[in-house]
Antibody, heavy 122, light 110 residues
Framework: QVQLVQSGPEVKKPGASVKVSCEGS????????ISWVRQAPGQGLEWMGW????????SYSLKFQGRVTLTTDRSASTAYMELRSLRSDDTAVYYC???????????????WGQGTTVTVSS | QSLLTQPPSVSGTPGQRVTISCSGS????????VNWYQQLPGTAPKLLIH???ERPSGVPDRFSGSKSGTSASLAISGLQSDDEADYFC???????????FGGGTELTVL
């Protein structure tokens, strides 16, 4: 079945970096873009950015620009999200999700990873 | 502060019909398709509605979406206890060049 499987929980100190992976299976990875969304404890969903599944194209939320990098390893059907200069308010569950996007029109995110908990604490 | 405004909570009794509103602006809802997500406690969000009113395979037709101008709504008919969840609207924002989410609505089935 179509699924996205993310890497395990992380605990980091303030100022450190974290890199979360997201492996796609059951579909052609290069046919879809991947978005990253985070959810702080008890809060709503926050979009961080997206990366093309088949070319080196990314778009980042202004809030995270300069601090986040999205990459893919197409040979491994895996997407990565690296967040640098971590702060305590970066503590959240980070999700990857498969974009429904046709002709540059965004229609939604139809498959989600299970989420990766990142805790930032001294 | 979310660019898309949802009521923090709604409630209903089993069998009832409830609606959840999502208010935006011309650069987001007014120009793009709206999607809705259901998030059960402790789980990842699930796509309920895309392209205003299209349901992915497996989503019951009790769930429906609509859009008018810069607002959208999710309707749930025949309310069931396992519909208790958080619901989020989302769309693309042309001014921000990114996805924006509503703040979420907690649905309680009384």
């Amino acid at each position: 079945q179509v699924q996205l499987v993310q890497s395990g929980p992380e605990v980091k100190k303030p100022g450190a970096s974290v890199k979360v992976s997201c492996e796609g299976s059951g579909y052609s990875f290069t046919n879809y873009d991947i978005s990253w969304v985070r959810q702080a404890p008890g809060q709503g969903l926050e979009w961080m950015g997206w990366i093309s599944g088949y070319k080196d194209k990314t778009s980042y939320s202004l809030k995270f620009q300069g601090r986040v990098t999205l990459t893919t390893d197409r040979s491994a059907s895996t997407a990565y999200m690296e967040l640098r200069s971590l702060r305590s308010d970066d503590t959240a569950v980070y999700y990857c999700a498969r974009d429904l996007r046709y002709n540059d029109i965004f229609y939604g995110m139809d498959v989600w990873g299970q989420g990766t908990t990142v805790t930032v604490s001294s | 502060q979310s660019l898309l405004t949802q009521p923090p909570s709604v409630s209903g009794t089993p069998g009832q019909r409830v609606t959840i509103s999502c208010s935006g602006s011309g650069s987001n809802i007014g120009s793009n398709t709206v999607n809705w997500y259901q998030q059960l406690p402790g789980t990842a969000p699930k796509l309920l509605i895309h392209s205003h009113n299209e349901r992915p395979s497996g989503v019951p037709d009790r769930f429906s979406g609509s859009k008018s101008g810069t607002s959208a709504s999710l309707a749930i008919s025949g309310l069931q206890s396992d519909d208790e969840a958080d619901y989020f609207c989302a769309t693309w924002d042309d001014a921000l060049n990114g996805v924006v989410f509503g703040g979420g609505t907690e649905l309680t089935v009384l």
